[in-house]
């Protein structure tokens, strides 16, 4: 299968902190991947690669073999690629709906309300479109980034840390809302919470050091006597 | 609906106003309309889209200069010569943009404050031509429109009041469309803007060059209504004025630009009747602002009592 993103010897040093350490890493369509290692590891590094908030020294990402090395951010937004924040990244002041409606009309303004609203219904947020993006809580602060991010309509949505600070009660509905993306959206997802990453990545890489430890699939990387030393025994 | 009815009530009110007030006071509201087209334009950059420029009285003088030039030189009557004034402020304006947008924060008010500065000594360079400090008085038979003597008040004040209306519901209509929602966007989150695929520089630039028609357009009326172009209305005063007013009225809101010209004028007017010393009312009135009501006017009434407020 022709992988929707590729990457070949993808590098970034910081000085002499090899962030993003020659990496070559395959994301396949319609698969949840997984990208997890420790502290550090270079994974939000390496997704800033992909998305184009950062740009490598050397080494290529390709979108569906399109070289996107060079592309500004904005542009791979549209070829598809969304990013969701680590540290939540809205706009504090407009609306939830405003919010989503940027997102919406990126891509084309039709049917601006009813889209808006589909995606707000989708995370669990319907009803809230007038309320102050600042005002929700912590969790449908989240959520609302999430359906910004699905409001894109996107060929890849990449989650950095998505359940970082959600309730065990919210992170049960998120899984089955990303189980419910794929097969149309593929999802690359950073992400700590290790029963999450089990339970729902179809492909698990494990960066450590700017570097591949690892690659396969969930049984794969359990049983991976590198991976349980770097990180998972720990 | 509301926001129309609102916007549509208060210029039905300046036309009525012009039966009610002495000509003394019409003709200071005609400056004020004039002005606060100014100020609308520089909210759209600076309220709406964040951009905080030190350098719009170089597209007042663009469009200024453009049409009072053109009326000297050419003899342009004033519909032409305020066309010439519009796109002569929102050409400058694009053409500081493509430079001035490379940077953001104190950096563009830097370099957009030196843009201006270089205009006006371009300005007072080729005194030969621009009248340099004293300026130049425009031509009268130039300043007619349809037959009409802006010279004389009715037609001055009406003309102001066309252009005030034309230019306030356009900006009602920009801020509420979807491109309105991107200028305030790349203001609360630029990161994130570009992240949800808008490209931050042409936005900007967008917006910049939106308000320099509006500065274009109060520029050129200026001198086809009043008269007279000079050196002066480059200055750096007349790139803090429009901020003022903003400020005072409520950057970011459609109606702050016009409330704060008229309570601008009313406070120096009074200020000035009381003392000599007038600017220093003003400027205690504008410190107990930022103090009391950072968001300016109808900034507070709309976070306050009317969200709906545009």
């Avoid at chain 1, 570097?211 to 590198?226: D, E, F, H, K, M």
């Avoid at chain 2, 609102?6 to 309309?33: C, D, E, K, V, W």
């Avoid at chain 2, 009406?158 to 209509?173: D, E, N, Q």
């Amino acid at each position: 299968m022709a992988p929707l993103i590729e990457t070949r010897g993808l590098t970034l040093h910081f000085g002499g902190l090899k962030a993003v350490d020659g990496v070559d890493f395959r994301l396949n369509p319609g698969e949840i991947h997984a990208l997890i290692g420790p502290n550090g590891a270079g994974k939000t590094t390496f997704v800033s690669l992909l998305s184009g908030r950062r740009m490598p020294q050397s080494g290529a990402i390709l979108l569906a073999g399109e070289d996107i090395t060079r592309l500004p951010a904005h542009a791979r937004v549209r070829k598809g690629i969304a990013y969701t924040f680590q540290i939540t990244s809205i706009f504090p002041r407009l609306s939830v709906f405003d919010n989503v409606a940027l997102a919406v009309q990126s891509h084309g303004a039709r049917d601006l309300p009813a889209k808006t609203r589909d995606a707000l219904v989708r995370v669990g947020l319907g009803g809230l479109e007038d309320q102050e993006a600042q005002t929700l809580s912590y969790g449908h602060q989240r959520l609302l980034e999430l359906a910004m991010g699905l409001a894109l309509a996107p060929r890849v949505l990449i989650l950095d840390e998505p359940t970082q600070g959600l309730a065990a009660s919210e992170i049960d509905s998120f899984i089955r809302l990303i189980e419910s993306l794929v097969p149309e959206t593929t999802v690359l997802l950073i992400e700590h919470n290790m029963e999450v990453v089990m339970d729902l990545a179809t492909r698990i890489t494990v960066l450590n050091f700017g570097q591949v430890l690892a690659s396969g699939t969930p049984a794969q990387i359990r049983g991976n006597p590198a991976v349980q030393e770097a990180y998972l025994g720990a | 609906m509301k926001a129309w009815t609102l916007h549509l009530a208060l210029i039905a009110g300046l036309f009525a106003a012009q039966f009610l007030l002495s000509p003394y006071h019409a003709t200071n509201l005609a400056r004020i309309m004039v002005l606060a087209v100014f100020a609308m334009g520089y909210n759209l950059a600076f309220g709406y889209t964040g951009l905080l420029s030190l350098g719009h009285a170089l597209f007042f003088a663009a469009g200024m200069y453009a049409a009072g030039l053109s009326a000297q030189f050419w003899g342009l009557s004033a519909g032409p010569a305020l066309i010439l004034g519009i796109f002569g402020g929102g050409a400058m304006a694009a053409a500081v943009g493509l430079l001035a947008l490379r940077t953001a924060g104190v950096s563009f008010m830097i370099v957009t404050l030196m843009f201006a500065q270089a205009g006006y000594l371009t300005i007072l360079y080729f005194g030969a031509t621009t009248g340099g400090d004293e300026g130049f008085t425009l031509p009268a038979a130039t300043r007619t429109f349809l037959g009409f003597d802006l010279s004389t008040d009715t037609p001055r004040f009406l003309a102001a009041l066309t252009i005030f209306a034309a230019g306030l519901l356009v900006s009602l209509v920009v801020v509420r469309s979807p491109f309105g929602r991107t200028m305030v966007a790349m203001r609360e989150n630029e990161e994130r803007s570009r992240m949800l695929g808008m490209n931050p520089f042409t936005v900007k630039l967008a917006a910049l060059a939106i308000s320099g028609l509006y500065s274009g357009a109060a520029g050129a009326a200026y001198a086809l209504l009043f008269g007279y172009v000079g050196a002066s209305f480059a200055t750096i005063q007349y790139s803090i004025l429009p901020m003022l007013y903003v400020l005072l009225g409520g950057a970011g809101t459609t109606l702050g630009p016009f409330l704060g010209a008229v309570l601008m004028f009313a406070l120096i007017e009074a200020a000035s009747n009381l003392t000599s010393a007038y600017l220093f009312l003003v400027g205690a009135a504008l410190v107990a602002l930022v103090l009391f009501a950072p968001k300016g006017i109808l900034g507070t009434v709309r976070e306050r009592v009317a969200r709906w407020l545009p």
